[in-house]
């Protein structure tokens, strides 16, 4: 198999010393406990796929792409060695090598047809202020709560500029076809022309700040953070807890700021057992809700369970794709627990 993505990789396969320090905070290998569903074992499969010691088949394929890209094994590391980046050139020299599953396909079959993950035409709420904000698939899908998160940075000073958006591209980079990445990034430029930005969602906000290295993302919160302190919030006088997004928390190192909303606007913050950079993934990310949507979703029941095992009812987040993933979970469990996005919480303190 030709490795042509790999091999940009190969310096930070050779500085893995397999000593699997990196296997404690493993949600996919504390699931399904095989070697290969670790960071380590999935690191050899990639140095063997390289060297041409292993053979590419569709076990290795699905190993591959059983990962939620969590990064908790890159915090874990002390040489830093970063395996979502590795299995991102495995993945996508796998599809290079034909390796390709139809839920993807579909998917990127959506975004190709419409610019959203959706397949379907949506628009945003188109506003002519001063600040870009990108919305995302996620938001762009929910509109409403879109136009309530627009009316808290209005209350907060900051007039928004809404434009018809396209999909940052995601979807495509992390499943591997870096091809058709390209061509998605060339559209988002096009439609979306700003250097500097808000953006409504976590994810969209770390994908971009990692692969456009022109454009200068700032995440909501950043602003919601810095601003809320002047404006006077009411206090909720609400006790619920919160899930540290992966991109949001280990990514781009946001703990404090949700953390100090959450204070200023009165919510008594229970916490989880596990939280900040330590904390466990919801199972919802690097496409594994298409690669494995069964282990995704028992992932986000653990979260559930911890934070019902808290003695509260509400968990906040702020990834729209945590809230879908942890929200189903807790509507199959009997919906005791309500995930809430902490703007809303926001919201309710602000109005
Ligand atoms: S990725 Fe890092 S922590 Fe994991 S086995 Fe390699 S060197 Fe050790
Ligand atoms: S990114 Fe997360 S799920 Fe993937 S190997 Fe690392 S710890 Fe495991």
């Known amino acids: 198999m030709k490795t042509k993505y790999l091999k940009e990789w190969e310096n930070e396969l050779n500085i893995c010393i397999r000593c699997a320090y990196c296997f404690e905070g ?26 041409g010691e292993v053979e590419p088949t569709k076990y290795l394929a699905d190993k591959i792409f059983q990962c939620s890209f969590c990064r908790d094994c890159v915090e874990r590391c002390s040489a830093n060695v970063s395996i979502p980046d ?7 020299d796998l599809v290079n090598a034909g390796f390709k599953y139809d839920a993807h396909l579909d998917l990127l079959d959506k975004i190709k047809r419409t610019g959203n993950i959706f397949g379907r035409e949506i628009h945003p709420p188109i506003q002519g202020g001063e600040t870009p904000v990108l919305l995302g698939c996620r938001f762009l899908e929910r509109a409403d709560d879109a136009k309530r998160y627009l009316e808290i940075l209005r209350r907060l000073g900051i007039k928004p500029k809404v434009v018809d ?35 409504m969602c976590t994810t969209c906000a770390f994908f971009i700040g990692k692969n456009y290295p022109d454009l200068k993302p700032k995440y909501i919160i950043e602003e ?66 298409v690669s494995d949507g069964p282990l995704a979703e028992r992932l986000a029941e653990r979260r559930m369970d911890q ?45």
């Open 86 to 92: 590795i299995l991102t050139a495995a993945r996508a």
């Open 26 to 51: 493993c949600p996919v290998f504390k699931q399904l406990s095989w070697e290969a569903d670790g960071p380590r074992g999935k690191a050899v499969l990639a140095y063997g796929l390289l060297s």
């Open 165 to 199: 958006e396209t999909c940052c591209g995601m979807p495509f980079g992390v499943l591997g076809y870096k091809d058709e990445l390209k061509a998605q990034q060339d559209k988002f430029r096009k439609k979306f022309p700003y250097k500097e930005f808000i953006c």
């Open 307 to 351: 934070a019902l095992g808290r003695g509260v009812d509400i968990l906040a987040t702020l990834c729209p794709t945590c809230e879908f993933n942890i929200g189903n979970a807790a509507q199959r469990g009997g919906g005791k627990l309500k995930v809430v996005n902490l703007l809303d919480l926001v919201w309710e303190a602000l109005r």
């Open 224 to 289: 919601v953070a810095k601003r809320l302190p002047y404006y006077n919030p009411k206090k909720l006088g609400l006790k619920a807890t919160y899930h540290d997004p992966c991109n949001l928390a280990r990514g781009m190192g946001m703990v404090d700021e949700p953390r100090e909303i959450l204070k200023q606007i009165g919510v008594d913050l229970i916490e989880l057992p596990t939280k900040g950079k330590g904390a466990e993934c919801c199972g919802g990310g690097g496409g594994l809700l």
